[in-house]
């Protein structure tokens, strides 16, 4: 059944100035990107959980394998496009005075909806970063594959400027988003299984700090409990129901 905006939670839309949003690996399933649990089909490769493939002493030991393995995602990223939640949420970011979308997703395709200033908490899967001088790269699908890619600063090897399992989050942006969900009023968390830390702990900063915490998953999560509302539905139907005039609110 599809979840529709009960008519207080469009009240609050309408009246909020200040509003966050965190995405997960949901916000782009409609588009075709596996998610990593709930069999989405990205969670194991080549036999590794994708944690232990996506984790920083996978780098030490094996930085070949792990630039297969985003090689792979890349190839499949690649070929999708924006869905309608990724669309709903460019349109968002011009109804309110202050808008903050936060992502643990690596894709891109906030930016490529439209979306500005995305916190990306996780890196992003197309671009590399030097192991020496930091030196950064973007990557496309027409390079030739140099595994790994030698840095054009320095000539050292690079590896995908992603935040894996077990790395320090980019402080600056963290830190960014974790204020930006203590000031809001209405923090909406979007496709996330909400299991990884410390991306996790910002719907529970914003609740904490006075936010009206609003769900969007098709299943319950770590998070329902803490949410003040759970809309029970893909995000790609959901988000576009905010957009809809008054007289369609259907109660
Ligand atoms: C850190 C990039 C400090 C890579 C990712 C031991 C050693 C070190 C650290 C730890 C440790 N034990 C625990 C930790 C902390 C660890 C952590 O939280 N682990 C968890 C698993 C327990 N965190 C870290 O390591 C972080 N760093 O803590 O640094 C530190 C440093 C050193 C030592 C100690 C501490 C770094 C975490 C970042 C890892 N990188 N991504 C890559 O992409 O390969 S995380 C990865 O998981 C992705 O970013 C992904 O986004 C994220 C979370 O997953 P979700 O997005 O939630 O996706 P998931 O598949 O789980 O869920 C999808 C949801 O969507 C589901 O709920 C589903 O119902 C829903 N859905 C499905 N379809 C739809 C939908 N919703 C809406 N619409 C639909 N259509
Ligand atoms: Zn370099």
């Known amino acids: 059944m ?6 207080e939670l469009r009240r609050r ?6 509003v966050c949003v965190l995405t997960g690996a949901g916000v782009s399933a409609e588009s075709g990107v596996p998610t990593f649990r709930g069999g989405g089909g990205a969670a194991v490769w080549k036999g590794m959980p994708f944690d232990v493939i996506s984790s920083a ?3 030490e030991r094996d930085l070949k394998s792990v630039w297969e393995w985003f090689d792979y995602r890349r190839d499949l990223i690649g070929s999708v496009h924006p869905n309608p939640a990724h669309e709903a949420l460019a349109r968002w970011q011009n ?7 936060v992502t643990q997703n690596i894709d891109g395709l906030h930016q490529a909806a439209g979306s500005r200033e995305v916190i990306e908490l996780h890196g992003n899967i197309w671009r590399a970063k030097c192991m020496a001088c930091g030196a950064t790269e973007m990557l496309s699908l027409e390079q030739t594959r140099l595994r790994p890619p030698a840095c054009v600063e320095c000539g ?4 995908p400027d992603v935040v894996l399992f077990g790395e320090m989050l980019p402080m600056q942006d963290f830190t960014k988003a974790a ?3 203590v000031e809001c009023e209405l923090f909406f968390v979007v496709g996330t299984s909400a299991l990884v830390y410390p991306a996790a702990s910002l719907p529970e900063i914003a609740k904490g700090a006075g936010a009206y915490v609003v769900e969007v998953n098709p299943e319950p999560t770590a998070l329902s409990a803490v949410c003040d509302e759970t809309l029970s539905g893909k995000a790609g139907e959901v988000l576009p129901l905010f957009d809809v ?6 109660f």
């Open 57 to 59: 002493a996978m780098i």
């Open 95 to 101: 109804l309110f005075g202050d808008f903050t979308l």
């Open 2 to 7: 599809q979840a529709q905006i009960p008519a």
């Open 13 to 18: 839309f309408r009246a909020a100035r200040r």
């Open 179 to 181: 204020n930006k969900a």
């Open 245 to 250: 005039r008054d007289e369609d609110t259907l």
């Open 156 to 159: 050292s090897e690079m590896r």
